[in-house]
């Protein structure tokens, strides 16, 4: 949705290459309607405090993985092979029309938004 993309999420997207810090360098409305969106699904099922806290250490592990630029072999997404992994998502950052999805990068190929190895390789770090 380009208004949301133009008014919320830019300014995720001024940083092309991916570093650690990029994970959480979004818009404060960004920043504030995510949270505020967890805390309320959390509230609705009935979560237990630990579930929520232990979802929002790995969520944010993730994100700076997915973000970081480097590609380790300890990383999430070798052993979770569902999981994008940081090549995936640079090439997100580098083309803005595909890769949408961080971590279950299967949505991207249902619904044909995978870009191509070719361009998840462009950078090797």
């Not at 949705?1 to 940083?15: A, D, G, K, Q, T």
């Not at 290459?17 to 805390?39: M, N, P, V």
């Not at 940081?86 to 803005?96: D, I, K, M, S, V």
Request: with cysteine.
């Amino acid at each position: 949705i380009p208004w949301l993309f133009n008014n919320v999420h830019r300014i995720h997207h001024l940083n092309r290459d991916t570093f650690a810090l990029a994970a959480q360098d979004s818009s404060i409305s960004e920043l504030l309607s995510l949270q505020t969106l967890a805390f309320m699904s959390a509230t609705l099922v009935g979560c237990h405090p630990f579930s929520e806290i232990l979802f929002h250490l790995v969520n944010t592990w993730m994100a700076v993985e997915d973000h970081c630029g480097y590609d380790f072999p300890w990383a999430l997404h070798r052993f979770v092979l569902w999981f994008g992994g940081p090549r995936h998502h640079l090439a997100h950052h580098q083309q803005f029309k595909g890769n949408y999805a961080p971590y279950f990068r299967h949505w991207d190929y249902i619904f044909g938004t995978s870009l191509p190895i070719s361009v998840n390789e462009k950078d090797n770090r």
